[in-house]
């Protein structure tokens, strides 16, 4: 401040004065603050609010939410910065709503459902997360516990207090719902792909009683990637050459991307085959530190150094380990699977990495037969899982991958976007129709992918054995039929131009549609800017005056 000191916010947390210490990261052009509760003045239990993000009680996320959300207001306020706009990303963000109500309620004088509409003209809301269970409630008694002090700033009493954030009105044991608060409080709001925006839709239509489901107020915008950050400098430079120089400030532009037909094959495919080698090394050295670490035998530990073969069909698979998201379908039938990643005149080879929630103890079991496969002596140097997974080793495996699998339980990944960074480099799918794949993927006359592969059937189903039946056996067909005799497909230089072809058609057709201006341009144009607001809000807030 302009005495030099920190600048500091106050809230109040179960009746304790917490301060919050404003951090500012500077990202490019862009200030990221940060909110801090790690300060000598307060309690020992809040300062290690904001230290950690998973592993806490539900007293530990409404506080972290109160923190977030509230404090993060308070600290634009002290920082003198007026938001035209607040996008709340998902519920955890959602007391905000009540502290800009809080603060205009403080400047004006009006009841709170004088400035409603003021709230909500300002806040637009976005949802990840298409199971009811991944949405942040609380009780009304632990509710009671934080905010017992804060309603009567707001001039409501407990019922209309709580009712803001109840699916059913009028049940006094209705949890209070973070995503319902952001959608009556939003003027606008919007799922992360056209699959996620129709199960939101679906979700959440208990909120619009005279609304059939297919006018319910949430639209949808296609979540996207960086391309600069993730598309490898070697690929860069060829789309230099041949696309233009100015080529990653026109990533949108599907003109600029039909030019990749003009790349010699050659010259692509030995791009792609140098990218491979990249990814080989770092995996061997990883994985040869991990079993140090863990302490394995000797000979397992020496074995990391021969892991993998760069002429070898190779498929990616990492993300974050969560049971919907099957890290272990490839492997449902085992004598298949190794029938498959055995063979010696046309093998495959597969690099799995991710993490685990701490709490996630089916995850865990997940990762844990990944690893016992990497022992398999049929297999020992054609499946390797990565450890400590961050975003380096994120770039080294979207960049040298030939294939990335993504299997979820359709429809559970609101978008992923992991295989859209893929495609800058030339990778090839090989999905679930579900979250970002169904806009991306393109079929031809006979059915047929043309710049990828679609894993099972186009529909939902609550049988989960049964999708992974099904889904497994597509799985293994594409690999037998399509996937590796395409790849091995190759001339008397060892270049196979009909994979090429699709990997040129991966690159053509999903580049200028997922990535970060287009999205970016879309959140403008449909959320941000003045005149993009919905025609609706959800059952009336005001219930109780």
């Not at 949430?218 to 979540?223: A, D, F, R």
Request: proline share 5%; charged share 25%.
């Amino acid at each position: 401040n302009e005495q030099g000191e920190p600048i500091t916010v106050e809230l109040e947390i179960r009746q304790r004065i917490v301060k919050l210490q404003i951090w500012l990261a500077q990202v490019g052009r862009v200030k990221l603050y940060l909110l801090d509760t790690d300060r000598h003045d307060n309690d020992p239990i809040d300062r290690w609010l904001t230290g950690h993000l998973y592993g806490g009680n539900q007293d530990t996320r409404i506080a972290q939410e109160v923190v977030l959300g509230i404090g993060g207001v308070k600290a634009l306020t002290a920082l003198g910065i007026k938001p035209s706009v607040y996008h709340m990303n998902e519920g955890h963000a959602a007391f905000c709503t009540l502290e800009i109500a809080r603060e205009e309620i403080q400047k004006t004088g009006k009841s709170f459902y004088d400035i409603e509409q003021t709230v909500r003209n300002s806040c637009v809301f976005t949802t990840h997360t298409p199971v009811p269970a991944g949405h942040d409630v609380f009780s009304p008694d632990l509710m009671d516990s934080y905010f017992a002090n804060y309603w009567p700033q707001l001039g409501l009493s407990r019922e209309q207090f709580l009712a803001l954030g109840a699916r059913r009105l009028g049940d006094p044991w209705e949890p209070f719902g973070m995503t319902v608060l952001a959608l009556r409080l939003s003027r606008a709001a919007n799922g992360v792909s056209e699959l996620h925006g129709e199960v939101s839709r679906k979700m959440w239509q208990i909120l619009y009683p005279d609304r059939p489901e297919n006018k319910v107020p949430i639209s949808h915008i296609t979540n996207g990637v960086h391309a600069r950050t993730w598309t490898a400098p070697l690929l860069g430079d060829l789309y230099s050459e041949y696309l233009g120089e100015d080529w990653s400030s026109r990533v949108a532009d599907p003109e600029m991307w039909a030019k990749v037909d003009e790349i010699p094959d050659a010259e692509l495919w030995w791009r792609h085959q140098v990218l491979k080698e990249r990814l080989i090394a770092h995996t061997r050295s990883k994985v040869k530190v991990a079993r140090q670490n863990r302490g394995e035998d000797h000979d397992f530990i020496q074995a990391a150094e021969n892991l993998l073969d760069p002429k070898v069909l190779t498929i990616g698979f990492a993300r974050r380990f969560s049971p919907y998201k099957r890290g272990n379908l490839l492997l449902r039938d085992a004598e298949r699977a190794l029938r498959i990643f055995g063979n010696e005149q046309r093998p495959v080879q597969i690099i799995f990495a991710g993490k685990a929630h701490p709490a996630d103890e089916e995850g865990k079991r997940i990762i844990q037969r990944l690893m016992d496969w990497c022992k398999h002596p049929a297999i020992r140097y054609r499946v390797a899982f990565i450890e400590d997974y961050d975003i380096y080793t994120g770039q080294k495996l979207v960049q040298g991958v030939d294939v990335w699998l993504n299997n979820p339980r359709r429809p559970l990944e609101a978008s992923g976007t992991s295989g859209q960074k893929v495609c800058f480099n030339g990778g090839i799918n090989c999905s679930v129709l579900d979250g970002w794949w169904c806009e991306g993927y393109k079929v031809g006359a006979d059915g047929k992918g043309l710049n990828g592969w679609a894993i099972g059937e186009d529909a939902n189903t609550s049988d989960q054995e049964l999708q992974d039946r099904i889904d497994s056996e597509s799985l293994y067909k594409l690999l037998e039929e399509e996937i590796v005799p395409l790849y091995y497909d190759q001339d008397e230089n060892g270049i196979p131009h009909g994979w090429i072809e699709m990997m040129k058609a991966s690159i053509k057709t999903n580049s200028p549609l997922f990535n970060t201006d287009r999205m970016l341009v879309d959140y403008v144009a449909q959320m941000y800017a003045p005149g993009a607001k919905v025609d609706a809000a959800p059952i009336l807030a005001s219930v109780g005056v």
